[in-house]
């Protein structure tokens, strides 16, 4: 009877045991699942400090004699689309409101953009100069 008792402990103990395990591994799945799926739908509104720019140029203009705000508005008037350059690691970004009306003041500027980030596109929704300039 002694020794009925002791396996049946062991038994139960087994069974506990397996039974946190398959717990931990569902909430385990379960934590992994979310932030992916967080990061699908990502979208985050952020200020940046970078450039306007065009598409033809990305960071580097290469119209010799012509200021980079020329040359910007000769690349978008030639078919190019406005993009932005981000100082910190010049990183381009598409722009996806075209049309947004301080695009087209602020070509080749330096500025402080606000805007709506994903992915590689920024649906803009303030352009401001910077502090200090
Ligand atoms: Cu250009």
Redesign the pocket.
């Known amino acids: 009877m002694i020794r009925r008792a002791k396996w049946f402990a062991v038994a139960a103990a087994v069974v506990a045991c397996v039974a946190v395990g398959a717990a931990q591994a569902a909430k385990a799945s379960q934590s992994k699942d979310a932030p992916k799926a967080a990061a699908q739908t990502q979208t985050q509104t952020q200020t940046m400090m970078g450039k306007i ?2 598409s ?2 990305g960071a580097k ?3 010799g004699g012509k200021s ?1 705000a020329d ?2 508005a ?2 978008i008037k030639g078919g ?1 689309q406005y993009v932005f350059v981000t100082d910190k690691d010049s990183k381009i970004y598409k722009i996806a409101n075209q049309k947004f009306a301080d695009l087209a003041v602020r070509a080749g500027q330096d500025v402080q953009l606000t805007g709506t980030f994903k992915d590689d596109t920024i649906t803009v929704s303030k352009i401001a100069m910077p502090k200090g300039k």
């Open positions: 720019s065009d033809m140029c203009h290469g119209m980079d040359c910007v000769e690349c190019a």
